[in-house]
């Protein structure tokens, strides 16, 4: 089976950084996505992962340790609209995706 | 269309009635997704169409939840005599054909269906 577990709750300050973390065990790895979606409306694809290292884009960095089952989300200089959950979710196929709980984050002024 | 249409946006019905949830995918996507969202819970994959192949139903969570769809246009999910544990946000993604590097999906903005 597949077990992606991720924070349930962060807040932080308007301007902070935060950084989510994810950690996944699943049988077999063909990439890793972390998703944005706010209340009520479709998650949007922020990031995707399948070599180790960081990957940059712009104020949203994702970075993966394969060896280590273990991923994160970096935001950065937060604005009020990034509040909203995030979804990381592991890819165990070529074309299935497996999603943690999400990541509610509240960012307040 | 520009974007993964769904309908209706919110439902709610009777427990013990059967529902239809219509999903309009992105024009010229073959690979097609049901998800479910029960609150404060992440996506939970129902199944899978590609093109005209046999779809991946591993998902399904029992024998009242079926799905169809027609080559590469809409796709229908069914929920059978409904129960109050079916409440969620069901939600369809498409994907030009097997997700492929950082494509990723499109997410449609999901059904709400409330079963009282």
């Known amino acids: 089976g597949q077990n992606i577990d991720q924070p349930t709750e962060m807040t932080a300050t308007e301007g902070a950084i935060v950084q989510i973390n994810c950690t996944y065990q699943?049988?077999?790895?063909?990439?890793l996505f972390w998703y944005q979606q706010h209340a009520g409306e479709a998650p949007t694809f922020l990031s995707y992962?399948?070599?180790?290292g960081l990957e940059e884009k712009g104020r949203f960095s994702s970075f993966l340790s394969r060896s280590k089952g273990y991923s994160y989300l970096l935001l950065k200089e937060l604005q009020m609209k990034d509040s909203a959950s995030y979804l990381c979710a592991v890819r165990d196929g070529n074309y299935k995706l497996s999603f943690g709980a999400g990541t509610t984050v509240t960012v307040r002024a | 269309g520009a974007g993964v249409s769904q309908s209706p946006s919110n439902k709610v019905t009777e427990k013990g009635k059967d529902v239809e949830l219509r999903c309009d995918p992105i024009?010229?996507?073959?690979?097609l997704y049901w998800y479910r969202q029960r609150l404060g819970q992440g996506l939970e994959f129902l199944i899978y169409f590609q093109g005209n192949s046999a779809p991946d139903k591993s998902g399904l969570p029992s024998d009242r939840f079926s799905a169809e769809r027609t080559g590469e246009s809409v796709s229908t999910l069914t929920i059978q005599r409904t129960q109050q544990e079916d409440s969620a946000v069901y939600l369809c993604?498409?994907?030009?054909?097997?997700?492929?590097?950082?494509?990723?999906?499109?997410f449609g903005s999901g059904t709400r269906l409330t079963v009282v």
């Open positions: 024009s010229g996507h073959t690979a």
């Open positions: 699943t049988s077999g790895f063909n990439g």
């Open positions: 992962n399948v070599l180790d």
């Open positions: 993604a498409s994907s030009p054909r097997q997700v492929e590097g950082a494509r990723g999906y499109t």
